[in-house]
């Protein structure tokens, strides 16, 4: 029997779930891991492995992890990190992005405090003032700039040096061109002791497990590691499961905040909404592009007013088939970027009537809206017209929400039965996708 192995390495936790030639889950195993903590990762990324059952780890053909978008570290050629790692939340200095728009281009991805390119920018100076301080760390270098997924693949495949187009594509990487850029490039000539990872295809196979580490996790001599890819592109696949995805397949993540994806036959930029796509080549269906936007409405909005058990009374109270009238714009606080980009857009919660009931009934009515919005605004920028709809997150559940956003869609919408990413890293190492690095 044959298996494939995906490895999550989220906000929270670890999962890794390995799957049979059906696509079907054999086991799954998780733990806990402190992200800021680069040696936690190893030992978590071994630990996750290792707690599979042994006739399934001696069988897995190959294994893909995915990392949290823009996390990022600098390593020795040792492979060491040489500071703790920069997370994908973390925003660099003033100075350090002034830095970044003097060098990238205008309205380009990564003109952000955020972006990897910032904190590459960032890590490099550091780079340079540990070398003042310290001149033998000198004779460390080449330096390796690395994403999460990235250096947890190189633990297990021993190659430095390697990342994705995924990862890469706040870094600067053109995923149209498949090249770097040349203001990037310029950089990089600039920089000689930095090394830019060369870039392939997420699950291109890279190399076959270490000898040493393949005997200590009890895999085979001859399992495979693939490139990477970030969390919220395997979770975008674990959505749409076994099936192969076709355009115009959306996923709407209702969490925290709310998430849409689409996959589309063109790409879509747009930063002031910051909208921006992912090249998606998957099961031999030619080049799509993953094109996303985020709003800050969701699931903690209702949190702040309600609890669990008050959302699922309330729910059930309320009618789904008649319009609210209530018109909120449902934010804790200032300040959103789509559908509507505006940083001091103000929170519109009012009036709010005596009863909970309308009050929710309010707010679910505004988020469907504000989500139709936002497809809306997909469509108008080019995106291939939407087919169906995926829904993740808690939100997925509410069956009263479900219906008043049917109402404003007119959209099949679909609730998924797989939400972990670590499934969609998995069905990622059992295709074949064609292979693409670019050398510098």
Known sequence: MKYWLGIDFGTSGVRAIAINGK?????LSRVDYEIGDWQTWQRSLYQVIIDLPIKIRKNIQ???IDGTSATTLICDRQGKPIFSPMLYGDTCAAEILNEVKAIAPPQHLALSSSSSFAKLL???NEIKLLAKRSPNSVSQSPWYFLHQADWLGYLLHGKLGVSDYHNALKLGYDQQALTYPDW????SRQNPAIVLPEIFAPAATVGTVQGA???KLGLSKSCEVGAGT?????????????????????????GSTMVLKVLSDRPINHPNYGIYSHRFEYDQMGCLWLVGGASNVGGAVL???????Q???LSDRLDPNIASPLDYYPLLKAGDRFPINDPQLQPRLHPRPDSSVDFLHGLLESMARIEAQGYGLLQQLGVTPIQKIYTVGGGAQNQAWTKIRYRHLQIPLLVTTQTEAAYGSALLAKIKPSFKKQTL
């Open 311 to 313: 959302l699922l009374e």
């Open 230 to 254: 970030t969390d919220s592109n395997a979770a975008f696949l674990a959505s749409i499961g076994k099936t192969s995805p076709k355009i115009g397949t959306a996923v709407t993540s209702l």
């Open 303 to 309: 949190k702040h007013f309600f609890s669990n058990q």
């Open 23 to 27: 696509s079907e889950v054999v086991a």
């Open 62 to 64: 190959k294994i893909v």
């Open 184 to 187: 990037l490039l310029a950089w």
């Open 122 to 124: 960032t890590l490099t």
């Open 213 to 215: 580490i393949a005997a």
